[in-house]
Protein backbone atom coordinates (compact mmCIF):
# COMPACT_ATOMS: atom_id res chain seq x y z
CA UNK A 1 0.00 0.00 0.00
CA UNK A 2 0.89 3.81 -0.70
CA UNK A 3 2.40 5.12 2.51
CA UNK A 4 4.35 8.03 3.66
CA UNK A 5 6.43 7.80 7.20
CA UNK A 6 7.66 10.75 9.57
CA UNK A 7 9.65 8.86 12.36
CA UNK A 8 9.65 12.01 14.34
CA UNK A 9 6.61 13.34 15.91
CA UNK A 10 8.34 15.88 17.84
CA UNK A 11 11.37 17.85 17.40
CA UNK A 12 12.99 20.32 19.43
CA UNK A 13 15.71 22.76 18.27
CA UNK A 14 17.24 26.21 19.08
CA UNK A 15 16.87 29.38 17.52
CA UNK A 16 19.48 29.39 14.90
CA UNK A 17 20.56 25.97 14.65
CA UNK A 18 19.51 23.77 11.85
CA UNK A 19 16.56 21.82 10.85
CA UNK A 20 16.07 18.53 9.07
CA UNK A 21 12.69 16.88 9.16
CA UNK A 22 12.51 13.08 7.84
CA UNK A 23 10.25 11.64 5.95
CA UNK A 24 10.31 7.83 3.84
CA UNK A 25 7.65 7.61 1.06
CA UNK A 26 6.61 3.39 0.12
CA UNK A 27 5.69 3.74 -3.34
CA UNK A 28 5.42 1.39 -6.48
CA UNK A 29 7.17 4.26 -8.73
CA UNK A 30 7.78 7.68 -7.91
CA UNK A 31 5.50 9.60 -6.79
CA UNK A 32 5.01 13.23 -6.64
CA UNK A 33 6.44 15.12 -3.04
CA UNK A 34 5.50 17.63 -1.28
CA UNK A 35 5.86 19.27 2.39
CA UNK A 36 3.22 21.16 4.09
CA UNK A 37 3.34 23.02 7.65
CA UNK A 38 0.03 23.82 9.46
CA UNK A 39 -0.16 26.13 12.55
CA UNK A 40 -2.72 25.45 15.33
CA UNK A 41 -6.13 25.76 13.70
CA UNK A 42 -5.17 26.48 10.39
CA UNK A 43 -5.41 24.77 6.94
CA UNK A 44 -1.75 23.73 5.29
CA UNK A 45 0.37 26.08 3.70
CA UNK A 46 2.59 24.38 0.78
CA UNK A 47 6.35 24.79 1.68
CA UNK A 48 7.56 23.00 -1.72
CA UNK A 49 7.08 20.15 -4.14
CA UNK A 50 8.88 18.16 -6.00
CA UNK A 51 7.86 16.50 -9.73
CA UNK A 52 11.24 16.00 -11.34
CA UNK A 53 13.99 17.07 -12.31
CA UNK A 54 16.94 18.56 -9.86
CA UNK A 55 16.30 16.47 -6.36
CA UNK A 56 16.87 19.41 -4.32
CA UNK A 57 14.03 21.67 -4.11
CA UNK A 58 13.81 25.16 -3.01
CA UNK A 59 10.45 26.38 -1.11
CA UNK A 60 9.17 29.23 1.05
CA UNK A 61 10.71 30.41 3.81
CA UNK A 62 13.87 29.19 3.72
CA UNK A 63 12.43 25.90 3.52
CA UNK A 64 14.49 23.53 1.26
CA UNK A 65 14.37 19.45 0.41
CA UNK A 66 16.21 16.98 -1.04
CA UNK A 67 14.68 13.70 -2.72
CA UNK A 68 16.95 10.54 -2.78
CA UNK A 69 15.39 7.54 -4.85
CA UNK A 70 18.07 5.27 -3.51
CA UNK A 71 16.58 5.75 0.38
CA UNK A 72 13.38 6.69 -1.05
CA UNK A 73 13.40 10.14 1.23
CA UNK A 74 12.45 13.49 0.71
CA UNK A 75 13.95 14.85 3.87
CA UNK A 76 13.12 19.14 4.52
CA UNK A 77 16.03 21.46 5.75
CA UNK A 78 16.35 24.84 6.95
CA UNK A 79 19.93 26.22 7.93
CA UNK A 80 18.63 28.50 10.71
CA UNK A 81 15.58 28.09 12.34
CA UNK A 82 13.28 31.14 13.26
CA UNK A 83 10.56 31.01 16.25
CA UNK A 84 7.60 31.57 14.31
CA UNK A 85 8.75 28.05 12.20
CA UNK A 86 7.12 26.16 15.39
CA UNK A 87 4.51 24.47 13.44
CA UNK A 88 3.31 20.97 12.98
CA UNK A 89 5.19 19.86 9.78
CA UNK A 90 3.06 17.25 7.10
CA UNK A 91 5.36 15.65 4.15
CA UNK A 92 2.65 13.96 1.19
CA UNK A 93 2.57 12.06 -1.46
CA UNK A 94 0.64 11.72 -4.54
CA UNK A 95 0.34 8.58 -6.67
CA UNK A 96 -3.07 8.91 -7.45
CA UNK A 97 -4.59 10.73 -4.53
CA UNK A 98 -2.73 12.65 -2.05
CA UNK A 99 -1.36 10.46 1.04
CA UNK A 100 0.06 12.39 4.22
CA UNK A 101 2.42 10.96 7.05
CA UNK A 102 1.52 11.42 10.43
CA UNK A 103 2.94 14.94 10.74
CA UNK A 104 6.50 15.91 12.85
CA UNK A 105 5.24 19.00 15.38
CA UNK A 106 8.29 21.32 15.61
CA UNK A 107 9.10 23.25 18.63
CA UNK A 108 12.19 26.16 18.91
CA UNK A 109 13.43 26.99 21.80
CA UNK A 110 14.48 30.47 22.54
CA UNK B 1 -3.30 34.13 -5.73
CA UNK B 2 -5.12 30.44 -5.17
CA UNK B 3 -7.00 31.06 -1.63
CA UNK B 4 -9.51 28.52 -0.71
CA UNK B 5 -11.75 29.37 2.09
CA UNK B 6 -14.04 27.29 4.33
CA UNK B 7 -17.25 28.18 6.20
CA UNK B 8 -17.74 28.15 9.29
CA UNK B 9 -14.61 27.94 10.84
CA UNK B 10 -15.84 26.99 13.87
CA UNK B 11 -19.31 25.01 14.18
CA UNK B 12 -21.23 23.63 17.60
CA UNK B 13 -24.22 21.53 16.67
CA UNK B 14 -26.40 18.81 18.67
CA UNK B 15 -26.24 15.54 18.38
CA UNK B 16 -28.82 14.40 15.89
CA UNK B 17 -28.74 17.44 13.82
CA UNK B 18 -26.80 18.19 10.35
CA UNK B 19 -24.37 20.56 9.40
CA UNK B 20 -23.02 21.86 6.18
CA UNK B 21 -19.63 23.19 5.64
CA UNK B 22 -18.86 25.28 2.37
CA UNK B 23 -15.56 25.35 0.85
CA UNK B 24 -14.77 28.18 -2.23
CA UNK B 25 -12.23 28.91 -4.51
CA UNK B 26 -11.74 32.77 -4.78
CA UNK B 27 -9.26 33.58 -7.37
CA UNK B 28 -9.84 30.33 -9.44
CA UNK B 29 -11.84 27.60 -10.66
CA UNK B 30 -11.59 24.44 -9.17
CA UNK B 31 -11.55 21.13 -11.41
CA UNK B 32 -11.52 18.81 -8.14
CA UNK B 33 -12.51 19.57 -4.73
CA UNK B 34 -11.22 17.46 -1.91
CA UNK B 35 -12.46 16.95 1.97
CA UNK B 36 -10.22 15.62 4.53
CA UNK B 37 -10.51 15.12 8.14
CA UNK B 38 -8.44 15.66 10.57
CA UNK B 39 -8.07 13.86 13.93
CA UNK B 40 -6.38 15.27 17.03
CA UNK B 41 -2.27 14.84 17.18
CA UNK B 42 -3.54 12.96 13.67
CA UNK B 43 -2.89 13.13 10.01
CA UNK B 44 -5.14 14.31 7.40
CA UNK B 45 -7.44 11.32 5.90
CA UNK B 46 -9.16 11.80 2.49
CA UNK B 47 -12.44 11.42 2.79
CA UNK B 48 -13.78 12.31 -0.91
CA UNK B 49 -12.80 13.39 -4.08
CA UNK B 50 -15.68 15.78 -5.80
CA UNK B 51 -15.59 17.03 -9.35
CA UNK B 52 -17.97 19.85 -10.80
CA UNK B 53 -21.67 18.53 -11.82
CA UNK B 54 -20.62 14.93 -10.74
CA UNK B 55 -21.06 12.22 -7.78
CA UNK B 56 -18.38 12.30 -5.43
CA UNK B 57 -15.95 9.03 -5.08
CA UNK B 58 -15.62 8.19 -1.62
CA UNK B 59 -12.60 6.40 0.38
CA UNK B 60 -13.22 2.71 1.47
CA UNK B 61 -14.63 3.12 5.20
CA UNK B 62 -16.52 6.71 4.35
CA UNK B 63 -20.19 6.64 4.65
CA UNK B 64 -21.66 8.48 1.63
CA UNK B 65 -25.10 9.09 3.39
CA UNK B 66 -23.79 10.63 6.57
CA UNK B 67 -20.82 12.81 4.57
CA UNK B 68 -22.91 14.29 2.18
CA UNK B 69 -20.64 16.15 -0.74
CA UNK B 70 -22.01 18.77 -3.29
CA UNK B 71 -19.84 20.26 -6.13
CA UNK B 72 -22.24 22.48 -7.49
CA UNK B 73 -20.15 24.70 -9.16
CA UNK B 74 -16.38 25.31 -9.84
CA UNK B 75 -15.72 27.40 -7.25
CA UNK B 76 -18.26 26.01 -4.19
CA UNK B 77 -18.50 22.75 -2.26
CA UNK B 78 -20.14 21.57 0.61
CA UNK B 79 -19.67 19.07 2.76
CA UNK B 80 -23.41 18.32 5.33
CA UNK B 81 -22.45 16.02 8.04
CA UNK B 82 -25.80 14.55 8.92
CA UNK B 83 -27.11 13.05 12.12
CA UNK B 84 -24.08 14.05 14.19
CA UNK B 85 -22.88 12.89 16.78
CA UNK B 86 -19.95 13.52 19.01
CA UNK B 87 -17.53 11.23 16.84
CA UNK B 88 -18.13 13.17 14.07
CA UNK B 89 -16.52 15.94 16.49
CA UNK B 90 -13.27 16.53 14.24
CA UNK B 91 -11.14 19.06 12.11
CA UNK B 92 -12.43 19.32 8.25
CA UNK B 93 -10.20 20.41 5.62
CA UNK B 94 -10.91 21.25 2.19
CA UNK B 95 -8.66 21.49 -0.60
CA UNK B 96 -9.01 22.53 -4.42
CA UNK B 97 -6.97 21.83 -7.69
CA UNK B 98 -7.52 22.87 -10.76
CA UNK B 99 -6.28 20.01 -12.28
CA UNK B 100 -8.62 16.82 -12.16
CA UNK B 101 -8.87 14.10 -9.58
CA UNK B 102 -6.52 11.70 -11.88
CA UNK B 103 -3.73 14.89 -12.31
CA UNK B 104 -0.94 15.48 -9.89
CA UNK B 105 -1.24 18.91 -9.65
CA UNK B 106 -1.02 21.26 -6.34
CA UNK B 107 -3.60 21.95 -3.91
CA UNK B 108 -5.02 24.75 -1.97
CA UNK B 109 -6.15 24.05 1.52
CA UNK B 110 -8.67 25.99 3.01
CA UNK B 111 -8.04 27.08 7.00
CA UNK B 112 -10.53 23.94 7.81
CA UNK B 113 -13.64 24.03 10.26
CA UNK B 114 -13.44 22.72 13.77
CA UNK B 115 -16.65 20.53 14.46
CA UNK B 116 -17.85 19.94 17.99
CA UNK B 117 -21.07 18.06 18.32
CA UNK B 118 -22.70 17.55 21.70
Known amino acids: AQSVTQPDIHITVSEGASLELRCNYS??????LFWYVQSPGQGLQLLLKYFSGDTLVQGIKGFEAEFKRSQSSFNLRKPSVHWSDAAEYFC????????FGAGTILRVKS | GAVVSQHPSRVICKSGTSVKIECRSLDFQATTMFWYRQFPKKSLMLMAT?????????EQGVEKDKFLINHASLTLSTLTVTSAHPEDSSFYICSASIFPAGGPGEQYFGPGTRLTVT
Open chain 1, 92 to 99: AAYGNKLV
Open chain 1, 27 to 32: YGATPY
Open chain 2, 50 to 58: SNEGSKATY
